[in-house]
């Protein structure tokens, strides 16, 4: 197959157009991204190739207990420091060729690790919260997943990937961004060590890093984002049975 003859339509639009990637099998591959701010309903993927077509349908629900507002409670000091126009401008500036940018090799098999032992690290704020930083009028989409616990605590790569960003920004303080394939990456911000250097191939569950509080950051842990290209997504799914925290994967029959 050659994937760039792959033609894709949404109706409704959901907004994204699937890059896909040849294997060393023939097959091409995609992942299909749904924004968690589509509207719910029932969506139609059409996909079509040399005269032959596919449709996906497929039935977009709300979770049950939706999304939440939460407040958090920062340091003056942190806030005046790592969340200014400047400072974020200079991240996304830094990191959107990133996201926008993917390698050629599928890398990632099968379910995907949380990002540290949960005995030790406890998961304090999910996917998909409004934040609320306290006594500011700052508020921002939560689009991973923060864990909380002793400095110093292992941060494990969630699947096998590529290291494609190892370094300090101060927003996000020392990061390290993992691309295991499809335009799937992960994201490991906040981090008081890191272990892997650009271009190491990590498998899953290797140290990549520590627990900390660099940058934008209220307490000792990690931030993990997934992201598909520039566009967020849920992790739960990615987990063990794949129906983590009432939000199912949805896949064709």
């Known amino acids: 197959n050659k994937a760039e003859n792959i033609q894709f339509t949404s109706e409704p639009d959901i907004g994204y157009t699937p890059k896909f990637f040849t294997q060393e099998d023939g097959l091409s591959y995609a992942l299909v991204p749904f924004k968690s701010d589509l509207e719910v309903g029932q969506y139609t993927l059409s996909f079509s190739y040399g005269g032959a077509s596919q449709n996906i349908n497929i039935d977009l629900k709300q979770r049950d207990n939706g999304f939440r507002t939460r407040e958090k409670t920062y340091a003056d000091a942190v806030v005046n420091s790592y969340y200014n126009d400047e400072v974020i401008a200079k991240t996304e500036e830094t990191l959107r060729p990133i996201a926008q940018s993917s390698v050629e090799k599928i ?10 032992d949960t005995k030790v690290g406890k998961l304090a ?12 009028d700052i508020s921002y989409f939560h689009s991973g997943v923060d864990y909380s616990g002793p400095a110093g605590t292992a941060v494990n790569a969630g699947n096998a990937g590529e290291v494609v960003f190892a370094d300090y920004l101060d927003h996000t303080g020392y990061i390290v961004v993992i691309d295991h394939g499809l335009g799937l990456k992960s994201w490991y911000a906040h981090l008081g060590k890191v272990a892997v250097k650009v271009g190491d191939v990590v498998a899953k569950g290797d140290k990549i890093g520590e627990f900390g509080s660099t940058g934008f950051a209220s307490e000792n842990g990690v931030h993990v984002g997934y992201t598909i290209f520039e ?14 925290k009432g939000v199912p994967v949805y896949k064709p029959e």
């Open 125 to 136: 704020t999910g996917y998909g919260h409004t934040i609320k930083v306290t006594g500011t």
């Open 231 to 244: 566009t967020p997504v849920c992790q739960y799914t990615l987990w063990a049975d794949g129906n983590n």
């Open 107 to 116: 890398y990632f098999e099968g379910s995907f690790l949380e990002a540290c």
